[in-house]
Structure formats: structure tokens, C-alpha cells
């Protein structure tokens, strides 16, 4: 896992079959919100053949990644304000990191 973590976006390791799910899904959700990205599970040789006694709990379904552009009518409104604007100064990106 450590040679591929500079190239994912997360990384999980599966030590027991009854945690696949919970893994699995945190895997999934991670690979879509924001930008989107590769993941690596390791999965234990050990949990291949084991059983698991009682109940494996499922995690619900991911939700869709949350909407990561701006609402049209803000758009609207900031491009009126430029436009009404005399001297308009506009950064970008880490521009404003200090």
C-alpha cells in the first residue's frame, strides 16, 4: 500500500471479513466527492477463507458527491457586480494564500 500511495486517493486494509463493507463503501464515497481519484483496498489472505459469526452490518447506499459548482443566480449576481465595477480586481486559484 505504501508504493501506491502517492498515486491514491485513499487506501484501506480489509484485516476481517465482517469490515469489507464499512471499507468498501469509505473506498467509493472517497473516489467521488471532489476531485475524483483512484483507491487501493489490501485484503488480509486470512480474510479470503474465514467465516464470519453473526451478522455483517452494510453501510447504506453512497449518496451522489455534493454539487461542487455555484448556484446560477449567485453567478449572475457576482457577474453584475463586475460588470457594474469600476476597478474590479479578481484572484484565482492560491492567489490568496499568504
Do not use: W
Request: aromatic content about 10%.
Amino acid at each position: 500500500m505504501e508504493a501506491a500511495r502517492p498515486y491514491i486517493k485513499f487506501g484501506g486494509r480489509v484485516e476481517n471479513a465482517s469490515r469489507f463493507p464499512f471499507v468498501l463503501e469509505l473506498a467509493v464515497r472517497t473516489s467521488i466527492y471532489g476531485r475524483p481519484g483512484g483507491c487501493y483496498i489490501e485484503i488480509q489472505r486470512e480474510v479470503f477463507t474465514s467465516s464470519v459469526s453473526g451478522t455483517i452490518s452494510f453501510p447504506p447506499k453512497v449518496s451522489p458527491p455534493p454539487l461542487m459548482s455555484a448556484h446560477a443566480d449567485d453567478v449572475s449576481r457576482a457577474l453584475k457586480v463586475l460588470h457594474n465595477s469600476k476597478k474590479p480586481l479578481i484572484v484565482i486559484g492560491k492567489g490568496l494564500m499568504f
